[in-house]
Structures are given as structure tokens and as C-alpha cells.
């Protein structure tokens, strides 16, 4: 597997690699502050090479948070793994993830954090906003980086490879390429379409994130409001018409 390091805002770092088993790409992010902070651990069997490409920016013993959108192996498989090698790490996730997931899998007791409370990592702030079924789990949540203006927004946005760690054009497009690419399949729909998408999905481009951190694809950087709420009508059009399917990642 191969494994690339970008920064792609102040102290972010995204850490990609590509696995040929599934022809994704999977991304985690890595805030390097007073308390690092690690966005997705990978599936259990990457664990090696996230820990090799952490040891590159920090000493992986420092880490303080491990945060995820929500509870599925791409994002929290190596979870006991990371807790083993960092003594002072915890889990920070949803209420919900906590109480039905985490409580059972974790090694260690977990950070549940409610709507809009905040991590302070030193320099970062990162805000946890609830966002049940968005990308998909009724445990969903995001964190935004208020002092970068950073949005770690999972699966929204997905496309399976990058052809460069952050791009400044159309991240809109990649993602409905994707989606009608894989209407035929049994992952079509990933994402639900409840009562409450539109409204999430307004609630997150109302942050005017200036970057957005794709956990498979490309990382962008632009106006994050527009990008969001273009991908709102891309999901409403590919996905409300059907009502409520959904599924996992």
C-alpha cells in the first residue's frame, strides 16, 4: 500500500493511502497541536502504515484525541491499536456512538461529546456537530477546526482516488461522478435522504469552511459554503426522489 503526507492547512496533515483491494483511496487527518488530534484510524490491517506515516510528524505516544464520523472499520477499525501506543489517547465521538459502540469495543474509556461542544487542542479548536445519517449512521457526527476554518467531512464528497492531495476546482463534480458511477451498485445508496439532509447539509455550508477534508478523494480548498450546498441538490437529485434507503461506507 501506498502511503502519501500533505499539509493541507496550517498543522493538517492529511495521510492517504491507496488500497488496491477496494481501488480506494482512504485519508486520515492528523492535527498537529498541544494535544494532537487524529481524524479516522483506518481499518485495523492499515494500522502500521497510518502509525509509520504519524511517526513522521509526531511522536505517536503524544497523541490525545482520536475522533471518527462514525462507527464503521474505515473509520475506527485500528482504534484499540492506536490506544495501545498512545497512553493518553481517547476516542471523541457522538453520544449515541459512545453509548451503543464504543462502550463494548473501546479499550479505554471514550470522550462522548454533545452538539456544537468543543475540543481545545492549544493553537486548534475543533467544534463536534451531530449530524445523524450525514454521511450515513444514526451515530454520525463531523469536527470543524474553527481556527483554520477546516471541515473533516468524512464520506461527503467521496471519489475513490486523487490525482492531487487538494485541488481549487470542481470537488462537486468529482463527487456526482462517483454517485451516478455507482447507482447500479450495492453501496448506491450510501447516504440516506431523511426529513433532516437538507438541513444538516445547510447547517455545515453555513460554517464557510475554507477547506474541506475528504476522507477518500482529494482535499479541497475554496469556498466550502457553495461547494456544500451544491452537493446538497447533487444528493437531493440522485437520492430524495427514493426516500429513505441507506447503508454503510
Not at 16 to 29: H, L, W
Not at 60 to 66: E, F, K, S, V
Not at 67 to 78: K, L, V, Y
Request: hydrophobic share 40%; aromatic share 8%; net charge negative.
Amino acid at each position: 500500500m501506498e502511503t502519501n503526507i500533505d499539509e493541507i492547512a496550517p498543522d493538517v496533515y492529511r495521510i492517504s493511502t491507496f488500497v488496491p483491494d477496494y481501488q480506494i483511496e482512504f485519508n486520515q487527518f492528523l492535527v498537529r497541536d498541544e494535544q494532537p488530534f487524529l481524524m479516522h484510524t483506518g481499518f485495523r490491517k492499515m494500522f502500521d502504515v497510518t502509525r509509520e506515516a504519524v511517526i513522521k510528524i509526531i511522536d505517536p505516544a503524544r497523541l490525545r484525541w482520536i475522533g471518527f464520523s462514525h462507527f464503521e472499520p474505515d473509520e475506527c477499525g485500528a482504534l484499540n491499536e492506536w490506544l495501545r501506543v498512545a497512553p493518553q489517547a481517547q476516542a471523541a465521538c457522538s453520544v449515541v456512538c459512545n453509548i451503543v459502540m464504543l462502550n463494548d469495543y473501546a479499550d479505554r474509556p471514550a470522550r462522548p461529546l454533545n452538539d456544537n461542544e468543543v475540543l481545545d487542542l492549544g493553537k486548534h479548536r475543533l467544534r463536534f456537530l451531530a449530524t445523524p445519517h450525514v454521511p450515513h449512521s444514526w451515530d454520525a457526527g463531523l469536527f470543524f477546526d474553527e481556527t483554520e476554518r477546516t471541515l473533516l467531512c468524512s464520506d461527503l464528497f467521496f471519489h475513490p482516488r486523487s490525482d492531487q492531495a487538494l485541488i481549487e476546482g470542481d470537488i462537486v463534480g468529482r463527487a456526482r461522478e462517483s454517485i451516478l458511477a455507482g447507482m447500479n451498485s450495492p453501496l448506491a445508496k450510501d447516504m440516506p435522504y431523511t426529513p433532516y439532509t437538507d438541513t444538516t447539509l445547510q447547517r455545515l455550508a453555513e460554517l464557510a469552511p475554507n477547506t474541506l477534508a475528504l476522507m477518500h478523494g482529494s482535499s479541497y480548498r475554496g469556498d466550502g459554503r457553495t461547494a456544500l450546498e451544491d452537493l446538497a441538490g447533487v444528493i437531493r437529485e440522485t437520492h430524495g426522489r427514493e426516500g429513505t434507503k441507506g447503508g454503510g461506507s
